[in-house]
């Protein structure tokens, strides 16, 4: 079965930096797309990045455009999720959610499989 877990959240202060990491099981990151989701109570959940199977192409929100980077290790099964110049408004709970088929899109509604989260706390 598909399983995907989320790790590497924390608290930090504002400017600093964490990596999130995304493990999949069951899913073949070459072909399949792996995407960054993030939800502050109150708030409607957020697309903020995606990196596709088959080409590796990337989105980024604007929220979070040239701040985040996101990349993979097919290998190790594993999408990443570099986060810098954190800002409190970055404080969510963060997902990762797998599309088998493989495209770039930035909507909830097009991932199939989604991980548990991690919490992301950015404050003095």
């Known amino acids: 079965q598909v399983q995907l877990v989320e790790s590497g959240g924390g608290l930090v202060q504002p400017g600093g930096s964490l990596r999130l990491s995304c493990t999949a099981s069951?899913?073949?990151?070459?072909?399949?797309?792996i995407a960054w989701f993030r939800q502050a109570p109150g708030k409607e959940r957020e697309g903020i990045s995606v990196?596709?199977?088959?080409?590796?192409?990337?989105y980024y929100a604007n929220s979070v455009k040239g701040r985040f980077a996101i990349s993979k290790d097919n290998a190790k099964s594993t999408v990443y999720l570099q986060m810098n110049s954190l800002k409190p408004e970055d404080t969510a709970i963060y997902y990762c959610?797998?599309?088998?088929?493989?495209?770039?899109?930035?909507?909830?509604?097009?991932?199939?499989?989604w991980g548990q989260g991690t919490q992301v706390t950015v404050s003095s």
């Open positions: 069951g899913f073949t990151l070459d072909y399949d797309t």
């Open positions: 990196i596709s199977g088959r080409h590796g192409s990337t």
């Open positions: 959610a797998a599309d088998s088929e493989g495209r770039l899109s930035q909507y909830e509604t097009e991932y199939q499989f």
